[in-house]
Nanobody, 126 residues
Framework: QVQLVESGGGLVQAGGSLRLSCAAS????????MGWFRQAPGKEREFVAA????????FYADSVKGRFTISRDNAKNTVYLQMVSLKPEDTAVYYC???????????????????WGQGTQVTVSS
């Protein structure tokens, strides 16, 4: 079955960096778009970044544009989220997800995704 496993979260000071990874198994990874979402305590889950099936297009939430970079390595079945200049408001559980349909470009709507990882906690201290 499809499994998405996030890693790389942790505690970092404001201004610091982290790189999240999401390892996928049980699917033809290279044909699906992938996305990162996050959920802060007491808030709804929100879109962070997305990448197309071939890495040719990406899309970011305004709140992270210029600070976060999504990338993928189809040979390793892994998608990454490089985060720099972290802010306390970036504190959240971060989830990766795969698109429902193959061949998708970078999409931001949650209904476009059908499988989700268990999440990894990112905490940014001020």
């Amino acid at each position: 079955q499809v499994q998405l496993v996030e890693s790389g979260g942790g505690l970092v000071q404001a201004g610091g960096s982290l790189r999240l990874s999401c390892a996928a198994s049980g699917l033809s990874f290279s044909i699906y778009g992938m996305g990162w979402f996050r959920q802060a305590p007491g808030k709804e889950r929100e879109f962070v970044a997305a990448i197309s099936w071939n890495g040719g297009s990406t899309f970011y939430a305004d709140s992270v544009k210029g600070r976060f970079t999504i990338s993928r390595d189809n040979a390793k079945n892994t998608v990454y989220l490089q985060m720099v200049s972290l802010k306390p408001e970036d504190t959240a559980v971060y989830y990766c997800a795969k698109t429902r349909e193959y061949g998708r470009k970078a999409v931001y709507a949650e209904y476009e995704y059908d499988y989700w990882g268990q999440g990894t906690q990112v905490t940014v201290s001020s």
